[in-house]
C-alpha cells in the first residue's frame, strides 16, 4: 500500500457570523493516499472552499486533526503554515493568478523565492524544467497577456511543480477554459499524476470528475459519498472526440 | 539569499510603474533639492559675510567712547568725549594680549588737487594702523613714528582717492594735496581693497599721522576710537576683556557704573551677521523641509494604493509560502528604494540648482557637505517611516481574502 499524504480525523470548522455559528464542516474524516487523482465535488455551500482552505493550510479546523506529509496541522503560526504551503501545496487557481507583465519563467519562479534553501541557479533549471513538463518550453519569455487562457493555466500548473510538492491543489482549475481547453489540461494533470504525482481537484462539474481515480462529494459540511472511479476516462481519448474546430 | 530576492522582487515592481514611480519621487526630488539649494544659498553668504570681515582684520578690537549701544540704529559715540590720548597710551602698556594699537581720529572734507577734488575722509592713526587693518601699499612708503611725533602734513591715499584727484594718471607719491585746504604731502598709496560687505568703499580714504588731524584738522584732544589687533584670533575675547578692565579702572567706574565705553571685537561683529544669515537659513530650510515632508506623504499615498491594487498578488504570494514578514520586507524596500533613488536625483538637482545660482544670479552658494548627508539621511527615514503603515497593511492580510479580492 502506498503511503498516506493526507490523514484527516473528525475535522471540524464553524464561522461565528454576529450571534450564530455556521457549521462549514461537521466531522469529517478522510485519507488521500500518495498517487491518488481525487476530485472532491459539491454544490457552493457544501462546505468545498473551507475544505480547500484547510487542504491547502491556509485556514486551521476548530478541531479534529489535520496532517500532511506527517505534520500535524494543529495550533501552527502563520510562519510555519507559510513554510508548508511552500514546501509542501502547489496551488492552482480558477482565475490563474500569474503575476502581470512578468515572464512565464519568473512566474514559475515565484514559490522558490520564498525557498531559502534553493540557490538562483537552481531555481532557474527548476522552473525551465516544470516549464518543459507542461509543454511551454517555447513559452518562457512571454508574459500573461501574451498567452492564451490555456497557456496561462499550463503556466500556473509549472508554477505549482517547482516546489515538487507532496501535493497539488486545483481550486476550479478548468472553470475559466472553454470544454476543450479544459480537456487538455486535464490530459495534462492524469499525465502528471502517471508520473506519481498527487492531485486533489476542487470543482462542482461532474465531467472532470471523471478523470480522477476517486471523487468525495460533500454536501452541507458532510461526507455523503466517497468512492474510486472504477472507469477513469482519458481526457486525451475525450479531446480526439471533440468536433474539429476551425482557428 | 532571502532579502537579496526580495530586494529583486522590490526592484522588478518599480520597473514595472516606471511612471508612477518617478511621479511619486517627484514630491522627495524637490524636497531633497531645496534642502540643498537653500542651505548652499545660506552657507554662502554666511561664507561671504565672514571672509569680508576677516579680511577687514580678523584680530581687530575696536574700542568706542560711550556706552555699548548695539542695535539697529548704533550711536556714532563721536560727539563722546571718554577716549583720551592716555587711555590709549595705558592699553598699549599694560595690555599683554595685543600685538598692534593705535589711536584714531577722523574727520570727513574735501580733498583737492588742482582742479580736482573729490569728498572723502581722513583717519589718523599711527604707523601700526596697517598691521591692523592687514593692508599693504602699493607705492611709496606709510609715515613714521618720527613724523607722527613731529605732527607732519603727510598722507598715505587709497586708490579711489587716486583716480578722482590725479585722474590723468600721474603718479600720486610725491605730490601735494590739500585736505580742507591743509596741504598734505602723498608719501604712500594703499592697496586695493574693494567694497566691503556693508556697501563701503574701503579704497575712499586719506591716512595722516592722529597729531597732525587731531591739531590741524579737528581741533581735538580726544580720540573717536583706538582699534588694536589681538595676538590670535583665539586671544581676541580675552583681549577685550582685559581692555575692557584696564579702561574701567582707567576711567575711575565704579562697580555698580556701565562702561562709558564699548570694546568689540570683530568676532561678536561676525557672529551678528551672521545670526541674521542664520534666520534666514533656518528659514529656508523649515520650507525645504516641509517640501520633503509632503514628498514623504507622496510615498505612503502610493504605496498605500500600491498595496490595495495588489492585495490580490499579495494573496497568491502568500499562497505559495510569503510569510509575512517577507511581504513587509518587499513593500518597505519598495518605499526605501523610491525614497532614496528619489534622494539621489534630489541631490543631483540640488546640485545643478546651486550652481545655476551661483552662475546666473551671482548669489554666492557654499555647498555643505553635512546639508547632503542630512537630507539624504532623512530621505531614507521617510521612506521607512511612510512605508510602514502600509507595508504592515499588507503583510496582515488574510491570505484567504487577500486571494478572494476582485
Redesign the interface.
Do not use: K
Given at each position: 500500500m502506498s503511503k498516506e499524504i493526507i490523514k484527516i480525523q473528525d475535522l471540524k470548522r464553524e464561522f461565528t457570523m454576529g450571534s450564530e455559528t455556521v457549521h462549514a464542516l461537521r466531522g469529517i474524516s478522510f485519507d488521500i493516499k500518495e498517487g491518488e487523482f481525487v476530485t472532491i465535488m459539491g454544490s457552493s455551500g457544501s462546505g468545498k472552499s473551507t475544505m480547500l482552505?484547510i487542504l491547502?493550510c491556509?485556514?486551521q479546523p476548530t478541531s479534529g486533526t489535520y496532517e500532511i506529509d506527517g505534520v500535524k496541522m494543529k495550533d501552527l503560526s502563520?510562519?510555519q503554515l507559510?513554510?508548508i504551503?511552500?514546501?509542501k501545496i502547489g496551488?492552482i487557481?480558477q482565475s490563474y493568478?500569474l503575476?502581470a507583465?512578468?515572464s512565464a519563467l519568473?512566474n514559475v519562479e515565484?514559490?522558490l523565492?520564498?525557498?531559502?534553501k534553493v540557490?538562483t541557479e537552481e531555481r532557474r533549471t527548476r522552473a525551465i524544467k516544470a516549464l518543459e513538463m507542461v509543454g511551454l518550453s517555447d513559452r518562457m519569455d512571454h508574459t500573461p497577456s501574451e498567452l492564451s487562457g490555456g497557456q496561462q493555466q499550463r503556466v500556473a500548473i509549472a508554477?505549482s511543480l517547482v516546489?515538487n510538492p507532496v501535493m497539488i491543489l486545483a481550486d476550479e482549475a478548468t472553470g475559466n477554459l472553454d470544454t476543450r481547453t479544459s480537456y487538455e489540461i486535464m490530459s495534462l494533470f492524469q499525465e502528471l499524476n502517471k508520473k506519481g504525482i498527487t492531485i486533489t481537484f476542487v470543482t462542482h462539474e461532474p465531467d472532470i470528475a471523471t478523470f480522477s481515480s476517486r471523487t468525495i462529494v460533500l454536501k452541507d459540511g458532510d461526507i455523503i459519498q466517497d468512492y474510486n472511479n472504477e472507469n477513469v476516462q482519458s481526457a486525451a481519448a475525450e479531446l480526439a472526440k471533440l468536433p474539429k474546430q476551425d482557428h | 539569499m532571502r532579502v537579496l530576492n526580495l530586494f529583486k522582487i522590490a526592484t522588478k515592481a518599480i520597473i514595472l510603474n516606471k511612471t508612477r514611480t518617478l511621479l511619486t519621487m517627484l514630491g522627495i526630488i524637490i524636497g531633497v533639492a531645496s534642502v540643498i539649494a537653500m542651505l548652499a544659498i545660506g552657507e554662502g553668504s554666511k561664507e561671504s559675510i565672514r571672509t569680508t570681515i576677516s579680511a577687514m582684520g580678523s584680530n581687530m578690537i575696536t574700542i568706542q567712547p560711550g556706552a555699548d549701544s548695539r542695535g539697529p540704529a548704533r550711536g556714532s559715540g563721536g560727539d563722546v568725549q571718554t577716549l583720551t590720548l592716555e587711555n590709549y597710551e595705558t592699553i598699549k602698556e599694560q595690555s599683554d594680549l595685543i600685538s598692534y594699537i593705535t589711536p584714531v581720529v577722523n574727520g570727513s572734507g574735501q580733498i583737492i588737487n588742482g582742479s580736482n577734488n573729490w569728498p572723502s575722509s581722513i583717519y589718523g592713526v599711527n604707523p601700526e594702523y596697517l598691521d591692523i587693518k592687514v593692508v599693504g601699499l602699493k607705492s611709496g612708503s606709510m609715515f613714521t613714528d618720527a613724523e607722527v611725533k613731529s605732527a607732519s602734513k603727510v598722507a598715505v591715499i587709497g586708490q579711489t582717492v587716486v583716480e578722482n584727484v590725479f585722474p590723468d594718471g600721474q603718479e600720486p607719491v610725491g605730490q601735494m594735496i590739500r585736505f580742507n585746504n591743509i596741504p598734505f604731502k602723498v608719501i604712500g598709496v594703499l592697496e586695493e581693497k574693494g567694497e566691503n560687505t556693508f556697501g563701503q568703499d574701503q579704497d575712499d580714504v586719506v591716512i595722516a599721522p592722529y597729531t597732525t588731524v587731531q591739531k590741524r584738522i579737528l581741533a581735538i584732544d580726544h580720540l573717536n576710537q583706538i582699534i588694536a589687533s589681538a595676538i590670535s584670533e583665539d586671544d581676541a575675547p580675552a583681549a577685550v576683556e582685559q581692555i575692557s578692565n584696564i579702561l574701567r579702572t582707567e576711567h575711575k567706574l565704579l562697580d555698580s557704573e556701565e562702561d562709558d565705553f564699548s570694546v568689540r571685537s570683530m568676532e561678536e561683529l561676525i557672529s551678528t551677521f551672521s545670526s541674521t544669515s542664520e534666520m534666514l537659513t533656518i528659514l529656508l530650510v523649515a520650507v525645504a523641509s516641509i517640501s520633503l515632508l509632503i514628498g514623504g506623504i507622496g510615498i505612503m499615498n502610493i504605496m498605500y494604493v500600491s498595496v490595495k491594487e495588489r492585495t490580490k498578488e499579495i494573496g497568491l504570494r502568500m499562497a505559495v509560502g510569503a510569510k509575512g514578514a517577507d511581504i513587509l520586507m518587499q513593500f518597505l524596500i519598495e518605499a526605501i528604494l523610491i525614497s532614496i533613488t528619489g534622494g539621489l536625483l534630489g541631490v543631483l538637482l540640488g546640485l545643478a540648482a546651486t550652481v545655476f545660482i551661483e552662475e546666473f544670479l551671482n548669489w554666492p552658494t557654499s555647498v555643505a557637505l553635512y546639508s547632503i548627508v542630512i537630507s539624504f539621511a532623512v530621505c531614507a527615514v521617510t521612506g521607512i517611516f511612510f512605508g510602514w503603515y502600509p507595508a504592515r497593511k499588507a503583510s496582515a492580510l488574510d491570505p484567504i481574502t487577500a486571494l478572494r479580492y476582485e
Open positions: 482552505n491547502g491556509l485556514d502563520r510562519n507559510a513554510t504551503r511552500n514546501e496551488f487557481f493568478n503575476l507583465r512578468t519568473e515565484l514559490p523565492l520564498y525557498n531559502s540557490s508554477r516546489n | -
